[in-house]
């Protein structure tokens, strides 16, 4: 059995990120959810949050995002989002400036059903 799971995150101008993670928490309308390898199929909408993924490799990266879409299956998480600010635990140059794209993306947002302050806290902690 396969520890992995296939994840693919793409925007309207292009793929964010595409490959195999142990396992992702995406931030649902209804709150967040954890996927990991073997999940039941489902499709949820995708309010403005942090997707956070764990790296076969045990690193974690941070998408932020506005708002979208997730198609899960068995093998694979099939995110589509209006807009995201990848925060990649692997490039550490420019990490200030993701972080302020990141809070900005939020905070164009006008959902009164997210604490917005919860959401620019979890994209600080990426410091």
Do not use: C
Not at 5 to 25: A, F, H, Q, R, Y
Not at 59 to 87: F, H, M, P, Q, R
Not at 95 to 107: M, P
């Amino acid at each position: 059995m396969d520890n992995t799971i296939k994840l693919s995150i793409v925007t309207p101008t292009g793929e964010i990120t595409s490959g195999p993670v142990k396992s992702v928490v995406l931030p649902g309308k209804d709150g967040e959810f954890g996927v990991l390898p073997q999940h039941s199929l489902l499709v949820s909408p995708l309010t403005v949050g942090v997707i956070e993924i764990t790296n076969v490799d045990n690193t974690v990266d941070a998408i932020a995002i506005n708002w979208g879409y997730a198609k899960v299956s068995e093998y694979s998480v099939d995110v589509l989002v209006d807009s995201a600010v990848s925060l990649n635990a692997k490039d550490t140059s420019g990490l200030a400036d993701k972080i302020k794209e990141a809070q900005n993306l939020v905070n164009s947002v006008e959902d009164s059903s997210v604490s917005m302050a919860a959401v620019e806290a979890k994209i600080a902690s990426y410091r």
